[in-house]
């Protein structure tokens, strides 16, 4: 049974900086592209960045470019997300969520396999 488990979620002041994780168990993560989403309350889910399994690629949304980065580290079934400069609108309930293929242009419309339960970010001074 393949699970994705958040962590590292948080308070932090406007400017600072967090790094959450996502622990995938009951599979082999090489296999799957891993995105992170946030939904903020009364707010649509919003895809951050993903990425890929084949060859580690990376996208990310326009409203973290340059402040976020996402990473993965295979041996550990592990993915990171290191938030740098973050506001107040950063805060949002954040979710990583697993995908078989790849990490194109497309991955906002991908039926995503597994999901985490959240992590709380909240910013604010």
């Known amino acids: 049974q393949v699970q994705l488990v958040e962590s590292g979620g948080g308070l932090v002041q406007p400017g600072g900086s967090l790094k959450i994780s996502c622990e995938v168990s009951?599979?082999?993560?090489?296999?799957?592209?891993i995105a992170w989403f946030r939904q903020a309350p009364g707010k649509e889910r919003e895809g951050i960045s993903i990425?890929?399994?084949?060859?580690?690629?990376?996208r990310y949304a326009d409203s973290v470019q340059g402040r976020f980065t996402i990473s993965r580290d295979n041996a550990k079934n592990m993915v990171y997300l290191k938030m740098n400069s973050l506001k107040p609108e950063d805060t949002a309930v954040y979710y990583c969520a697993a995908d078989l293929g790849g990490a194109g242009p497309g991955w906002l419309g991908y039926e995503f396999d597994y999901w985490g339960q959240g992590t709380q970010v909240t910013v604010s001074s």
């Open positions: 990425i890929s399994s084949q060859d580690g690629s990376t």
């Open positions: 009951g599979t082999t993560l090489d296999y799957y592209s």
